[in-house]
């Protein structure tokens, strides 16, 4: 038994060691991805319920590395954070949307909001507001249709900072939401003092729609605090025609999620958007 023990061990090193060089490697070529130009965006379509109009979309992002492939921001999103790459790749992530979204305005294409995720790291830099309003600047894209997706925990921490940071964006025009919401700890009496806009109700408490009674009594909750404070709805991850149906009959305002479609290539979102703006 103790040579298997100590066979496991040296497994697990072994193990261990390569993941950690692993990590590095990607690290290494996390620090090249912007340069190297393998960074891009993908579009994913929101949805108003009461018309079916589109009126949105979620901007995520995308790394396809030569030997790697395609990365997923699930792994490469959080590596950057832990490395502090995530500034400036989450800049070159608002600057391209605002660009992009910026050059649709100026092909005529109708108004939409571009919904952009922005990091709690990115968050604590006290230049983070005059950043987004110089990329504003240089875009032409109004402050109205950019919105910035905060998580809950951005808002639970730094609470003093946070709402300078908030006010500031809100007195630009800039719309305030809360991705993931109801998988953290704040509650909505308290993230009223937050001046947000909007609430994207996690996916996964849509996942258990329509039939799960807990997940139906929790987004019915959600829908109807949210705009008792004049807040608006999205449901994210919506998946199914009855999970959209549930949806609709509790009044949710907007939705996303693989049902409407997947997060879109940037000119496969521009032909949805000029030849089926309607879902
Ligand atoms: P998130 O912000 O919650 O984004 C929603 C995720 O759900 C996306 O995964 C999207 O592709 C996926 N999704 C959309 N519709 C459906 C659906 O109907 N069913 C299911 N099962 N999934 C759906 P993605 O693109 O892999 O991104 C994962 C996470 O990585 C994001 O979660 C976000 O936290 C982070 N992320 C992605 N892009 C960025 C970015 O540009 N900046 C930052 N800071 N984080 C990002
Ligand atoms: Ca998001
Ligand atoms: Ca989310
Ligand atoms: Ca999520």
Redesign the pocket.
Known sequence: AKAEGRNNYQFYSADLNRASEQRLELETALRHAVERDQLR??Y?PQYRLADGRLVGC?????WRHPELGEV???EF?PLA?ETGQ?NA??EW?LRR?CEQAGAWRQAGLPELTFA????AI?FRRPTLTSEVGEILDQTGLPASQLEL?L?EGILMREAHNTLETLRLFKGMGIELSI??FGTGYSNLAYLNRFSVDKL?I??SF??GLPNNPNDLAIVQAIIQMAHSLGLTVIA????TADQRDVLIENGCDQA????FA??LEVDEFERLWQSRPDC
């Not at 979620?58 to 995308?62: I, T, Y």
């Not at 994210?236 to 998946?239: M, N």
């Open positions: 965006l993908v994913q979620e901007v995520l992002a995308r997923p921001p699930g999103i954070e995530i790749i989450g992530i949307a952009v995720n922005l990091s990115q997706e998580t991705d993931d994207k996690d996916q849509v996942r994210e991850g919506v998946e996303q999620g693989y049902w997947k997060p």
